[in-house]
Nanobody, 119 residues
Framework: QVQLVESGGGLVQAGGSLRLSCAAS????????MGWYRQAPGKERELVTA???????FYADSVKGRFIISRDNAKNMLYLQMNSLKPEDTAMYYC?????????????WGQGTQVTVSS
């Protein structure tokens, strides 16, 4: 099993920045790609960004050029630097991790951290 714990959420004004962190523990040697999902009230959960174990990244169009994902495999940490935040970025943000060869949504999820962007 893998446990994921997010931190760094909060309230920020539009145009500001936040950095989310995710600490992974447990059987971390079993995970491959990691990512961040978000869910706003009344909306579907969506993939924001992901990074492979080798560092290849994916970004949703809505955050390209504003968000940066990174991971420190030695420390079992995942990060999300969020810049130029907009009110529409307001959501609960979830750290996720995948097991190789397991199809579908990520296997492991954190409890989430709230990001609120005021206009």
């Amino acid at each position: 099993q893998v446990q994921l714990v997010e931190s760094g959420g909060g309230l920020v004004q539009a145009g500001g920045s936040l950095r989310l962190s995710c600490a992974a523990s447990g059987s971390t040697f079993t995970i491959s790609a990691m990512g961040w999902y978000r869910q706003a009230p009344g909306k579907e959960r969506e993939l924001v960004t992901a990074i492979s174990s080798g560092g290849k990244t994916f970004y949703a169009d809505s955050v390209k050029g504003r968000f940066i994902i990174s991971r420190d495999n030695a420390k079992n940490m995942l990060y999300l630097q969020m810049n130029s935040l907009k009110p529409e970025d307001t959501a609960m943000y979830y750290c996720t991790a995948e097991k190789p060869g397991v199809p579908g949504p990520p296997t492991y999820w954190g409890q989430g951290t709230q990001v609120t962007v005021s206009s």
